[in-house]
């Protein structure tokens, strides 16, 4: 049975900067997508970047530039380094793994993570 988990997230102030991490457990993921959504309270579940197999990648207009996704192969894990970090930054964090390509809709992918929180502090 597959299962990610993610770790990583807390509290930062503004400016500062997190590294998030999912691990994947059960078959190898090297060919699947993954990506990071997020939802803050009261909002939709959004994408903040994804990653194919192949490491391309895409990220929402809001994060490029500071955030950089990033992937281990080896050991079935994706990472989410967020710099420069602000406010608005603030969710609940998700990893998400889907079937090979690039996937930029949550309906698109199969596994999720149990979600971790980042607050960003001003």
């Known amino acids: 049975q597959v299962q990610l988990v993610e770790s990583g997230g807390g509290l930062v102030q503004a400016g500062g900067s997190l590294r998030l991490s999912c691990a994947a457990s059960?078959?190898?993921?090297?060919?699947?997508?993954r990506g990071w959504f997020r939802q803050a309270p009261g909002k939709e579940r959004e994408l903040v970047a994804a990653?194919?197999?192949?490491?391309?990648?895409n990220y929402a207009d809001s994060v490029k530039g500071r955030f950089t996704i990033s992937r281990d192969n080896a050991k079935n894990t994706v990472y989410l380094q967020m710099n420069s970090l602000k406010p608005e930054d603030t969710a609940v964090y998700y990893c998400a793994g889907g079937p090979p390509g690039i996937r930029l809709l949550d309906r698109e992918y199969v596994y999720w993570g149990q979600g971790t929180q980042v607050t960003v502090s001003s």
């Open positions: 990653i194919s197999g192949g490491a391309n990648t």
């Open positions: 059960g078959p190898t993921f090297s060919s699947y997508a």
